[in-house]
């Protein structure tokens, strides 16, 4: 059955700045009955006059309490970086189907990551090892000349300590942390330094290929 109003609108609301947020998603968030999202995400945005609903790690509870709104409301679900990559987005779209949601896309951190070294990223390969390992061999992995790496925490740390041995001295590393904050930090690292060196919740580490750098 259609969504009576507008349906779920899905907003990515960029890699954490505000100023990053597109005016688009800014127009869809005031102009929202009910807005859901994570608590940091909803502190974001203080003059919206909608029901603030935030949620945790239970998705299906907030899908559920979602269904309750969206069939008399306008509903906003916010979400980081862009809906396209390792987002709440899919749930939501497999809940409720493609026609009923609106998807407002937003600038990744992997954008901002490639920016931040001026490199193109239309041929990397993008990979989240953020909350999971991937089943991915990084063997596998050596034909790629630029590997973008969702990462965070120290879960993540072994397998891509182990992609790095995988490629060897042809592939540059750098951990972009926290990207567009106050404490953004972008490093050039050694494979060895990616034992100790620190990586936020918010990382991305790039592989880049020597020769896509001269």
Known sequence: MALKKAGVVIVGCGPGAAEYLTPVGYA?????DVLVGAPRLLEAFPSAAALKISFGTDIVAMLEKVSACA??????VLVTGDPGIS????????????????VIPGISSVQTAFARIAVDWQDA????????????LPDSLS??????????????????????????????????????????RVERVGSSALESVPLPSRTI????????LS
Request: glycine share 8%; aromatic share 6%; with cysteine.
């Open 28 to 32: 869809a968030i005031q102009n929202a």
């Open 71 to 76: 069939y008399d409301k306008n509903v906003v």
């Open 87 to 102: 987002s709440l987005a899919r749930q939501v779209i497999d809940r409720f189907g493609r026609e009923n949601c609106r």
């Open 125 to 136: 390969r993008i990979i989240s090892v953020h909350g999971r390992i991937p089943e991915i």
């Open 143 to 184: 034909g790629h000349e630029k590997i973008a790496v969702l990462a965070g925490g120290n879960a993540a740390r072994s397998w891509i300590c182990s992609l790095a041995a995988a490629l060897g001295d042809s592939h540059e590393i750098f951990i972009c942390s926290n990207l567009t904050l106050s404490n953004e």
């Open 205 to 212: 580490v790039l592989f880049i290929d020597r020769g896509c």
